[in-house]
């Protein structure tokens, strides 16, 4: 079975320093790998995803992730945080084989002190 | 366009009543998901509908839940005799087809209280 794993449960990070979520995915073949943000009281947003190709992938909000597969990883980065960047950050794979259903890791609540 | 809709935004029952959960879909979208936000469970997968074929309810946790679609658009997820265990946001998300790689939009939520 499909299984995702964020290992970091809070970050926090200043204001225009740079920021890395780790997400490991276990799965036997080339898994589709998403990146979602859910803002207090709202729905998941889409930050990016991965499905073939180029291993580094951008996204909105200046975000981009690098899929690893020597290491089964699809890490979220970007340069520069804003505070506006206060979140909750969901890595997510999904594939064909077992349904399209998204498997959610725990999450990695990121806090942005000024 | 609209986005994924979710009525009510929160819902407050007592245990052992039945409540409705309903999802509007983006137009066009012939793909539809239910999924669940808990504390102690995080986000899990419930059932998911695509065009006229059989639903897929391989995540609905017990007998108690079920869901239908109705005209391939709205649907409604029933959650039979709640238990104070139900209480979590229920999402929903719509993509345009069943592919893996289509993206998923999720509606607000709903939050629901068993007491």
């Known amino acids: 079975a499909q299984s995702v794993t964020q290992p970091d449960i809070h970050i926090t990070v200043s204001e225009g320093a740079s920021l890395e979520l780790r997400c490991n995915y276990s799965y036997g073949a080339t898994p589709y790998l998403f990146w979602y943000v859910q803002s207090p009281g709202q729905g998941l947003q889409l930050l990016l995803k991965?499905?073939?190709?180029?291993?580094l992938v951008q996204g909105i909000k200046g975000f981009e992730a690098e899929f690893k597969r020597s290491q089964s990883s699809f890490n979220l980065r970007k340069p520069s945080v804003h505070w506006s960047d206060a979140a909750e950050y969901f890595c997510?794979?999904?594939?064909?084989?077992?349904?399209?259903?998204?498997?959610f890791g725990a999450g990695t609540i990121l806090r942005v002190k000024s | 366009g609209a986005g994924v809709s979710q009525s009510p935004s929160n819902k407050v029952t007592e245990k052992g009543k039945d409540v409705e959960l309903r999802c509007d879909p983006i137009s066009g979208h012939t793909a539809l998901y239910w999924y669940r936000q808990s504390l102690g469970q995080g986000l899990e997968f419930l059932i998911y509908f695509q065009g006229n074929s059989a639903p897929d309810k391989s995540g609905l946790p017990s007998d108690r839940f079920s869901a239908e679609r109705t005209g391939g658009s709205v649907s409604t997820l029933t959650i039979q005799r709640t238990q104070q265990e139900d209480s979590a946001v229920y999402l929903c998300a719509s993509s345009l087809g069943l592919r893996s790689q289509e993206t998923q939009y999720f509606g607000p939520g709903t939050r629901l209280l068993v007491l």
């Open positions: 997510a794979v999904s594939n064909m084989e077992y349904g399209n259903k998204l498997v």
């Open positions: 991965y499905f073939s190709g180029d291993t």
